[in-house]
């Protein structure tokens, strides 16, 4: 093996134990359900490095992840062309903090805007130097009521699953009013 090879292993492993013991007062299941073994020291030194930034993180509103800090007028002092605009300019700037807000098109310009100035951009969210996926806004808010992502988005099979599993009758199904295309990034 040559002499820079050996050296690099020699660095990845010193960094790996470096890293568990930042990591050790820290453990929980997260860290024990990884199979390291089907990892490379550097894949693996990688995979620890993002969950000791996760730990380190400052949880922070939204509004403050921009330098200068995001500050938006109050939607009611907008008419509807200069809110248009401003609102495409918003989601950029959120897109660009790679925050993509998922299941718009059932609300208005209006609602919409409202919706990133109430609650998005105070929502405290961990602020990741090096963030490597999007946070994804659930602007149907699925989980607090299921009737908006059931009657504009869920597939049918989702809305299937959802029916047998709580028994409630389905809202029928309808096509969102405002088709808007917004960045999208995986989930």
Known sequence: MPESSQHNDVDSLLRNARLRDELEPLFDESIG???????????????LESMLEWERAPMVPISQWFDPEMVLPHPDHLAGDDLSELLDSVVEQLYQQQIVLDFTNHLDDRQLYTLIY???L??????????????HWDCANIEGDPEIWLRYY?????????SD???????????????????????
């Not at 359900?33 to 995979?47: C, G, K, P």
């Not at 869920?154 to 959802?162: K, L, T, V």
């Not at 009758?169 to 009013?177: A, D, E, S, T």
């Open 33 to 47: 359900s990884v199979d390291y073994s089907v990892m490379s020291t550097h894949r693996e030194n990688e995979f």
């Open 118 to 120: 109430r609650d998005i």
């Open 122 to 135: 105070p929502s405290y969210e961990k602020k990741l130097s090096k963030r490597s996926s999007f946070l």
């Open 154 to 162: 869920a597939s049918d099979e989702e809305r299937d699953i959802w």
């Open 165 to 187: 599993e709580t028994g409630e009758k389905l809202p029928p199904r309808q096509l969102p009013p405002f088709a808007r295309q917004l960045p999208r990034a995986p989930l």
